[in-house]
């Protein structure tokens, strides 16, 4: 099937704009991340979503990122009143999710690139 | 605090030489080891994983890595690389019970004619 997708691929905003970013994960999984890459830097994790359990929210770095999901289908990201730091690939993962670590493995999608001008 | 190190940001090796990509952790236990490819224009592709077991585990695409608990290593091989794995790779790692990886900085992987 389809992997995991997501848009807008660019996404070029002023400073002070709020922007939101969706991610289509793989039908079926369960569990959805999502992470933030800085330029010539590794993933930094910034939400985790698991069926209808709470959001495991600890990565985010402001409370003006938020995310949402509804049930085991699209999320997405807001960002509020964005900064030059907020620059980055926005990448989100899904995992099957399910009994045993194996059925965590996470498969990732293209990214959204956010430029805050 | 938990952390994974990838000590080298870029790398230059033949075609058709052997290559080992260098990573370290640091977690309180034993973390799952991962390590993806990122190239180009495309999201991140799981290459092999390292939940316990044998310490040498085989990936896709000719990899392999080595788990060496004694190091707090798991660095990637492969024996005679190609043209087209040039690409950035990334170790990353997950306490057991936990979802979010953590990853290192990555390293670049420039492969000559």
């Known amino acids: 099937g389809a992997g995991v997708s997501q848009s807008p691929s660019n996404k070029v905003t002023e400073k002070g704009k709020d922007v939101e970013l969706r991610c289509d994960p793989i039908s079926g999984h369960t569990a959805l991340y999502w992470y933030r890459q800085r330029l010539g830097q590794g993933l930094e994790f910034l939400i985790y979503f698991q069926g209808n359990s709470a959001p495991d929210k600890s990565g985010l770095p402001s409370d003006r990122f938020s995310a949402e999901r509804t049930g085991e289908s699209v999320s997405t990201l807001t960002i509020q009143r964005t900064q030059q730091e907020d620059s980055a690939v926005y990448l989100c993962?899904?995992?099957?999710?399910?009994?045993?670590?194996?059925?965590?493995?996470?498969?990732f999608g293209p990214g959204t690139r956010l430029t805050v001008t | 605090a938990q952390s994974v190190t990838q000590p080298d940001i870029h790398i230059t090796v033949s075609e058709g030489a052997s290559l080992e990509l260098r990573c370290n952790y640091s977690y309180g236990a034993t973390p799952y080891l991962f390590w993806y490819v990122q190239s180009p224009g495309q999201g991140l592709q799981l290459l092999l994983k390292?939940?316990?077991?044998?310490?040498l585990v085989q990936g896709i695409k000719g990899f392999e890595a080595e788990f060496k608990r004694s190091q707090s290593s798991f660095n990637l091989r492969k024996p005679s690389v190609h043209w087209s794995d040039a690409a950035e790779y990334f170790c990353a790692a997950r306490r057991v019970g936990r979802r979010a990886l953590t990853f290192g900085s990555g390293t670049r992987l420039q492969v000559q004619p």
């Open positions: 390292y939940f316990s077991g044998d310490t």
């Open positions: 993962a899904s995992s099957k999710g399910g009994l045993g670590d194996s059925s965590y493995e996470q498969y």
